[in-house]
């Protein structure tokens, strides 16, 4: 006598399998902002705790120049629980000058897309193929001869736009804390004249009525 028994789950290829990891990373993808403008002594915890009024953070990747001599501004991407999240914190960092660790600017944010992620799966229907382009290849040789003289210039160039960037940043920076420091003083002074009564001296000279705490 024969057992029928269940039929056996149909085998999922590496095809499914490869369509379904991007499936997943385009979702991340859509829960995840681009910030830009983060001081370099910013860390997760610092992004966690300035987007909690709206977002919780699941993931920081940290986005950072090395090939600089430079201690120039970094950026993150931040991934948040669900796209409601990151819509919520986009709005609140666009709509108002939104500024994290200390840097003179407020941060600039975005959606976040496939391409900024440095850990990405390959995307599924598409086959790449590498080799390495020799001199005898001859006009495809030359075409990147080209491009590796254009993209050393493009360098020169972005370093000279970061090193103006910086010095912006230093003005900029010395500005808003003249304006700081000069704020402070009127308060100071302000809170001087409070406690030694001199508020109630310039009240009564020009006949104004004081609350009870002064």
């Not at 796209?83 to 960092?93: G, N, R, T, Y």
Request: proline share 6%.
């Amino acid at each position: 006598m024969s057992q029928v028994g269940s039929a056996p789950a149909p085998m999922v290829t590496s095809h499914e399998d490869a369509k379904k990891a991007y499936a997943d990373f385009e979702k991340k993808v859509k829960r995840t902002i681009y910030i830009d403008h983060l001081s370099p002594q910013v860390t997760s915890s610092v992004l966690k705790a300035a987007l909690a009024q709206c977002a919780n953070v699941v993931d920081v990747e940290f986005i950072v120049n090395y090939t600089i001599p430079y201690d120039i501004p970094s950026a993150a991407l931040v991934e948040l629980d669900d796209e409601i999240q990151a819509k919520a914190a986009l709005d609140l960092m666009n709509d108002f000058p939104f500024i994290i660790g200390g840097m003179p600017r407020p941060v600039r944010a975005t959606c976040a897309k496939p391409d900024m992620f440095r850990e990405r799966p390959p995307r599924p229907d598409i086959k790449k193929e590498f080799r390495w382009v020799k001199q005898e290849d001859g006009t495809e040789y030359e075409g990147m001869k080209k491009l590796r003289i254009l993209a050393k210039r493009q360098e020169a160039e972005n370093m000279a736009l970061i090193k103006n960037q910086l010095e912006e940043e230093k003005e900029l920076a010395k500005q808003q804390q003249e304006l700081l420091d000069g704020n402070y003083k009127k308060y100071d002074m302000l809170e001087n004249v409070v406690q030694n009564g001199n508020m109630k001296s310039l009240a009564q000279h020009y006949g104004v009525s004081l609350a009870d705490e002064f």
